[in-house]
């Protein structure tokens, strides 16, 4: 499994809640981040930004293992764990960058999607292949 990093920042005090720790809206902001990088590098951005194609969320696991805190330095790295003809699925994982320290994870399984049609679709074999040999 390759891990790439796909985002670097700080939690920021505006965006930590009355528990004085980062909101769960944020949380997803970063990972969001981070999958857009992902997506970048694995070469999908003319799929996603093909006016009758997308890749959209068909469903996503968050794990939260540590508070994140304001003016904590985050990283993200993102691997792919699966493709098969129809989907697949990344693994993006938070830490603390100065410990290492795991924070949360998040699992999401992604499909090419018919913006017209409003449907899935098979994934084109040779973003099939590029994407394997990321496995």
């Known amino acids: 499994m390759k891990k790439i990093l ?3 920042g700080v939690a920021m ?4 809640d009355s528990n004085r720790h980062l909101n769960v809206m944020y949380y997803v902001n970063k990972f969001e981040q981070a999958g857009s990088n992902f997506m970048h ?4 951005n003319e799929l996603a930004t093909n006016p009758e194609l997308g890749v959209v969320a068909l469903e996503q696991k968050i ?3 540590n ?7 985050l990283k993200i790295q993102s691997s792919l764990l699966d493709i098969n003809a129809k989907a697949f699925t990344v693994l993006h994982e938070m830490y603390h960058a100065r410990t290492n320290e795991v924070l949360s994870t998040m699992k999401i399984v992604f499909v ?3 913006r017209v049609n409003r ?3 098979p ?11 990321n496995l």
């Open 41 to 44: 590098e694995m070469g999908l």
């Open 112 to 114: 090419l999607f018919d």
């Open 123 to 133: 994934f084109p074999a040779e973003k099939r292949e590029t994407l394997s040999k």
């Open 119 to 121: 449907c899935a679709l």
């Open 13 to 16: 005090p505006w965006e930590c």
């Open 67 to 73: 508070e994140v805190h304001a003016d904590d330095i």
């Open 6 to 8: 796909t985002y670097k």
């Open 63 to 65: 794990n939260y293992f």
